[in-house]
């Protein structure tokens, strides 16, 4: 073995780089090995960060400390805040994303960090001696020495494409998939399965009919994904379209379904569920007749169009002639086809919490490889699989954030307590604590533990201090002033609320659902002088804090559970009065907590009861 690092990271997708930066500015020296330096964090499918729920990943990854929100702000070229008529605790930022900066930005963040280096080469081993990681080799038959290593291999291990009855080996449309990981992580004794994704044919924008599409532009004033960002755009901002599916485009699409790789049984694993293939689409809703498909841009500085809601493993000529039905596409011309791909991954049951293995000391597992879909969801385990790496290197105690800390909390928890059947997205219902885990306060919840393990810093804590302050300076403002009818009234009609007879102060006006304080703060100049953004959170406290009070009692009760710690390698086959079921699945997680044991599936309330009983509670 040629070189020693304290920490190795597998792959540069966006688990990869997220886990390498955090790693190497904690301060461990990292390595970071990759198939292709000019590809780091690729979007391999739609050009976009953030959306339902994974727009709150991305803040809290930044909020940490992780340079996704970054990387995304200095290439949006369109921004948009999804389910502004609902509740804040549904907002959700997404970002139409430069396809080509968005990886070169990658490259100079991660070039700027202090012992992070780099390899170009494909790792086709895994070296573990009597369970525990010493290195990896590579196809150019390189060995490197390591203490830990971060497995993020994305869809690589294993990749087979398929477009009809055609399929190739391969991890990513043009480039070689990595064999060799996964046979050497089964001989070390881990369970690995296969499953499956895909992505939508590219378009030539010269070649698409706008006029007969549904515009869909940005917000006016975006609001950047980074609490540090100076939130002005760095790229011109571009629209994106709307079209539909209909009838014909089915019938079409239905020619093709004895040589789908889906239905005739080549694809023998299991896909995305809340990201179905069209061809799924319209079996699965055959009454419906139409089918939203979007047009995104891939950059300013290219005519690509990706064709979001039209995944399709299909023939080529299949996916050509039906797409050339949609409205607006008649004359389209196609850059490249959709295809599927199937790909290995482990079943995080396998993994503790801080996703280091339980099988192999020192093996760390982020992204796809942990059976999860989604640029966020792997950013997130990427960066939390660095930081407990870095700090195992260190001596210091795991980093572990709670479900009602964070919904990256909430995504750990359910992978290494409940696994998967299905790649796993993250939705704001699988949080209990919808209201706690905002988009607008994950700097208020995560960035002081950002500070604290080395990760976050000076300058952004320091900007989430003045942030916090700034906040508690509005809140009281608006409880200690009064506002008089006949100031107030004029606004409050034109926004459909009813009048009020006297003054109040304006903590209380704030409370009715038509009023935005945004809007007043022209009518006040001590208001004048604060961020929107620090306007906005600062109205929700007080126009909510009835709701978050009661939830964050809740969330206290509750969590209590995972305080009460359940002893290692406990034989729970010895339980006769827990379920037979129970007893198979607490066994097989072993899981660390009561709260964690309480989440199995197929544990029961009962089950829990005779735990605390045995530990003498």
Known sequence: MIEEYDIIVVGGGHAGCEAAAAAAKIGVKTLLITMDMTKFGQMSCNPAIGGIAKGQIV??????????????????????????????????????????????????????????????????????????????????????RCKKVVITAGTFLNGLMHVGTNKFVGGRNGEISSDGITAALISAGVETSRMKTGTPARIDGRTIDFSKMTLQSG??????????????????????????????????????????PLFNGTIKSTGPRYCPSVETKIVTFADKQSHPVFLEPEGTDTNEFYL?????????????????????????????????????????????????????????????????TGYEEAACQGLMAG????????????????????????LIDDLVTKGVDEPYRMFTSRSEYRILLRQDNADER???????????????????????KHIEEIIDFCKHTSVSASKINDYIIANGGTKISQGNKLANIILRPEVKLEDLKSKFNFLQQFSNEE?????????????????????????????????????????????????????????????????????????ISVLLMFLGR
């Open 59 to 144: 803040r809290e990854i930044d909020a940490l400390g992780g340079l996704t929100g970054i990387v995304t702000d200095n290439t949006s070229i369109q921004f948009r805040m999804l389910n502004r008529s609902k509740g804040p605790a549904m907002w959700s930022p997404r970002s139409q994303c430069d396809r080509t900066k968005f990886s070169l930005e990658w490259r100079h963040q991660l070039e700027n960090i202090n012992n992070l280096f780099f390899w170009q080469d494909t790792v086709i081993n895994i070296v573990v001696d009597n369970n525990k990681i010493v290195g990896v080799e590579t196809v150019f038959g390189v060995k490197f």
């Open 308 to 372: 979001n809601g039209f995944s399709s493993s299909l023939p080529f000529e299949v996916q050509y002639s039906a797409l050339r039905k949609i409205p607006g596409l008649e004359n389209a011309k196609i850059f490249r086809p959709g295809y599927a791909i199937e790909y290995d991954y482990f079943m995080p049951t396998q993994l503790n919490h801080c996703l280091e293995s339980k099988i192999i000391s020192g093996a760390y597992f982020a992204g796809q490889v942990n059976g999860t």
């Open 446 to 468: 995560l960035t002081k533990k950002g500070f604290d393990i080395g990760l976050a810093d000076d300058y952004r804590y320091n900007v989430y201090c003045t942030k916090a």
């Open 219 to 260: 917000d006016d004033n975006p609001e950047c994904f980074s609490y540090i960002s100076d939130g002005i755009p760095k790229l011109k901002q571009m629209d994106c379209f709307i079209s539909y599916t209909n009838p014909e485009v089915h019938d079409e699409l239905r020619k093709g379904f004895d040589r789908s």
């Open 387 to 410: 930081i407990n790496a870095a700090l195992s290197i260190l001596g210091k105690d795991e980093f572990i954030l709670s479900r009602k800390e964070a919904y990256i909390g909430v």
């Open 535 to 607: 306007i906005q959170t600062a109205e929700i406290k007080i126009k909510y804090k009835g709701y978050i009070d009661r939830e964050q009692m809740t969330a206290d009760k509750i969590s209590r559970l995972d305080y009460v710690q359940i002893p290692n390698d406990i034989d729970y086959f010895q339980f006769k009065s827990i379920s037979t079921e129970a007893r198979q699945k607490l066994n097989k997680i072993q899981p660390k907590t009561i709260g964690q044991a309480s989440r199995i599936p197929g544990v029961s309330p009962a089950d």
